[in-house]
């Protein structure tokens, strides 16, 4: 269906959510940790805006509850306790080195094709007022999960998961004009426990390594298989002079 040939709410819903998807690959290009944890917070505005307008279209008044919990979690509490942790851990300034930007913003373009795609028959088929953003939900997934493989420090790592699940919010709001509202709350609750509990292994990973970059771990791990083999072969390892 034709932008041009939609109804003023509907060209709004496209228009919001067009605008979340480029939140996403703002935070695929950020490498600072505050407009990271920014840019999440409005992720979450935009796709609770896309809610609203999707209640008042389809005239579902608990889509109205699920864009509340969604301005509850996702743009306060969450950035939150994301922002007091950087604070705490000093890391509100640091700039992660992002490897291959270009090739990286390229993959995320090629993700969203591949969303249009996957979609194409869906959209064909749907007779939903909404399903000209099912595309747009299931790209905010794919690049929410490439911003998990991609980047090293946990804290990116934890905003990327956060992000696929408002994808996969998105995608059940837009498709099937939201789950139960029973269901609802309890995701949200898991949600609020979960960013709790990343929290406290933030802190338990920094006294532990001294850092948040998980790449760090994986040379722990290679030079901790290297030096037996090395003591195996007889050669001298890293402390041992005797």
């Given at each position: 269906?034709?932008?041009?040939?939609?109804?003023?709410?509907?060209?709004?819903?496209?228009?919001?959510?067009a605008l979340a998807l480029l939140t996403s690959?703002?935070?695929?290009?950020?490498?600072?940790?505050?407009?990271?944890?920014?840019?999440?917070?409005?992720?979450?505005?935009?796709?609770?805006?896309?809610?609203?307008?999707?209640?008042?279209?389809?005239?579902?008044?608990?889509?109205?509850?699920?864009?509340?919990?969604?301005?509850?979690?996702?743009?306060?509490?969450?950035?939150?306790?994301?922002?007091?942790?950087?604070?705490?851990?000093?890391?509100?300034?640091?700039?992660?080195?992002?490897?291959?930007?270009?090739?990286?913003?390229?993959?995320?373009?090629?993700?969203?094709?591949?969303?249009?795609?996957?979609?194409?028959?869906?959209?064909?088929?749907?007779?939903?007022?909404?399903?000209?953003?099912?595309?747009?939900?299931?790209?905010?997934?794919?690049?929410?999960?490439?911003?998990?493989?991609?980047?090293?420090?946990?804290?990116?790592?934890?905003?990327?998961?956060?992000?696929?699940?408002?994808?996969?919010?998105?995608?059940?709001?837009?498709?099937?004009?939201?789950?139960?509202?029973?269901?609802?709350l309890g995701i949200a609750f898991d949600i609020?426990?979960?960013?709790?509990?990343?929290?406290?292994?933030?802190?338990?990973?920094?006294?532990?390594?001294?850092?948040?970059?998980?790449?760090?771990?994986?040379?722990?791990?290679?030079?901790?298989?290297?030096?037996?083999?090395?003591?195996?072969?007889?050669?001298?390892?890293?402390?041992?002079?005797?």
């Amino acid at each position: 269906m034709e932008f041009a040939n939609l109804g003023l709410y509907n060209q709004a819903i496209v228009l919001f959510a067009a605008l979340a998807l480029l939140t996403s690959f703002l935070m695929l290009a950020e490498s600072r940790m505050l407009p990271l944890i920014f840019t999440f917070a409005w992720q979450g505005f935009l796709l609770a805006t896309v809610t609203v307008l999707v209640a008042i279209v389809t005239k579902h008044p608990d889509l109205y509850v699920s864009a509340l919990l969604t301005v509850t979690l996702k743009v306060i509490v969450i950035p939150w306790l994301l922002y007091r942790l950087s604070v705490r851990l000093n890391m509100q300034h640091n700039a992660e080195q992002i490897e291959h930007p270009t090739l990286l913003l390229i993959g995320g373009v090629a993700l969203v094709i591949f969303s249009y795609f996957v979609a194409k028959s869906i959209i064909h088929l749907s007779g939903l007022a909404t399903r000209n953003t099912i595309a747009v939900s299931i790209a905010i997934e794919l690049l929410g999960m490439l911003l998990m493989c991609v980047r090293k420090s946990a804290v990116a790592q934890v905003i990327g998961f956060m992000s696929m699940e408002s994808g996969i919010f998105f995608a059940a709001s837009v498709s099937t004009y939201g789950m139960p509202l029973i269901v609802e709350l309890g995701i949200a609750f898991d949600i609020l426990v979960a960013s709790i509990l990343f929290g406290v292994f933030f802190f338990h990973l920094r006294d532990s390594f001294g850092s948040l970059d998980v790449g760090q771990y994986n040379r722990l791990s290679e030079a901790s298989e290297t030096e037996p083999s090395r003591h195996a072969l007889g050669q001298p390892v890293s402390g041992d002079h005797s």
